[in-house]
């Protein structure tokens, strides 16, 4: 069974920056597509940026675009989200995601597309 872990969250101030990362284990790391997904209290789950199979197509959420940088380091197994310049409303459990049989440079940005979940780190941004 593939399992998911998500690592790296915190307070923080507003302006911070903030590194998540998400290992997997029991599968090939290198086959999932890969994404993260937060949810913000009293809001769904929703999308912050995915990324393909070897890291050469990326998709982002408006609210995030030109602050985070999703990035996977395929020989360590490992998914990474770089959060800069964090505002209040950044605020929300953050999940890692993979999904099973990706295409070569697709992107998969419904959550329903998949297979696999961590359990969420939590990111709070202050003020």
């Known amino acids: 069974q593939v399992q998911v872990v998500e690592s790296g969250g915190g307070l923080v101030q507003a302006g911070d920056s903030l590194r998540l990362s998400c290992a997997t284990s029991?599968?090939?790391?290198?086959?999932?597509?890969m994404g993260w997904f937060r949810r913000s209290p009293g809001k769904e789950r929703e999308i912050v940026g995915v990324?393909?199979?070897?890291?050469?197509?990326?998709y982002y959420a408006d609210s995030v675009k030109g602050r985070f940088t999703i990035s996977r380091d395929n020989s360590k197994n490992t998914l990474y989200l770089q959060m800069n310049n964090l505002k209040l409303q950044d605020t929300a459990v953050y999940y890692c995601?993979?999904?099973?049989?990706?295409?070569?440079?697709?992107?998969?940005?419904?959550?329903?597309?998949?297979?696999?979940w961590g359990q969420g780190t939590q990111v709070t941004v202050s003020s």
């Open positions: 029991g599968g090939t790391f290198s086959t999932y597509s």
């Open positions: 995601a993979a999904r099973r049989q990706g295409g070569a440079r697709v992107v998969y940005s419904m959550l329903s597309q998949y297979d696999y």
């Open positions: 990324i393909s199979l070897e890291g050469d197509n990326t």
